[in-house]
């Protein structure tokens, strides 16, 4: 019998979201076979098996959030089940094969996007790629319906949205489940009820401000303030933009930056480390990454092996962030 334990999907994720199974109880994987889909503040990722097996037990159900990095999500019997023996051993699976009736309540709660967003205060729960491209529309989320796992607001809500199938019902529900909330540390402080209003934290706000104390506590933070002449570089990219403008592809003078910030990772391998209890990582690919606004936030997506791509494929997926 194996467990299959959350991934960490980059060095820094802690917690993440299991958006969705791709597999359910007595199925039989294989090595490479996508089970599931994990999202974290940053992206929605899918995540493939590493062993063969039967699924026992799925763990975790879909759409639990704040799942810790290495906790088991599911059980998987250790070696590949042939058909007939899961046939004989049906009647001892009879407990597992309730886990259907126990996900059809999240069924029933995709078409009530409300409810999750009461229990938290007002929160929406959308993923990040949502949120940017109903910033990008100037949609407002609350006014969007969520048909993700637990009325998760994604990609296709907000493109129907944008389309004139927006739900205000949904943005006035909301409005009228989000209640005052009291913040105990202000009390603690002496400041009374009521003279404040406390904004409920996402799991977006919460990745940022631990990113940034993490940031502050153990990397070192200096000033450089140089000024640089990049009147070639405007040209250059003029001609490379002329020359992607029948791919529909431009590139930004950032993407030049990620680009040389990445060859400049590999010139000077010392400066891509990070430091471990057990040594210092020596990092052998150039991750950048990148501050990206949205609605109510900020992102820091990552382009990974960047010292491996061009301009083109650079500016590519930074706008696919």
Known sequence: MTDILMPALSPTMEEGVLAKWHVKVGDTVSAGDVIA????????????????????EILVP??????KVNTPIARLSGDAVAPAPKKAD???????????????????AAPAPAAPKSDDGGRIFASPLARRLAAQAGLDLKAVKGTGPHGRIVKRD????????????????????????KAQSLA????????????PLDGMKKAVARRMVDSVQNVP?????????????????????????????????????????ALALKMVPEANASYT??????????????????????????IRKAETKGLAQIATESKDR
């Open 37 to 56: 889909e994990i999202e974290t503040d940053k992206a929605t990722m899918e995540v493939e098996a590493v062993d063969e097996g039967e699924v026992l």
């Open 277 to 302: 209890p057990e040594g210092i990582a020596m990092h052998h690919n150039a991750d950048v990454s990148m501050a990206v606004a949205i609605d109510g936030g900020l992102i820091t997506p990552i």
């Open 158 to 181: 907000v493109e129907a949205a944008g389309k004139g199938g927006a739900q205000p019902a949904a943005a006035a529900a909301a409005a009228t489940a989000a209640e005052p909330r």
């Open 90 to 108: 049906a009647p001892a699976e009879t407990p597992k094969a309730e886990a259907p009736k126990a996900e059809a309540p999240k069924a029933e």
């Open 188 to 199: 603690q402080m002496g400041i009374p009820d009521g003279s404040y209003d406390l904004i």
């Open 221 to 261: 933070h200096f000033p450089l303030f140089i000024d640089v002449e990049i009147d070639q570089l405007m040209a250059v990219r003029a001609k490379v933009n002329k020359m992607l403008e029948p791919q529909g592809i431009k590139v930004s003078v950032n993407d030049f930056v990620i680009k040389a910030a």
């Open 62 to 67: 879909e759409g639990s959030e704040g799942v």
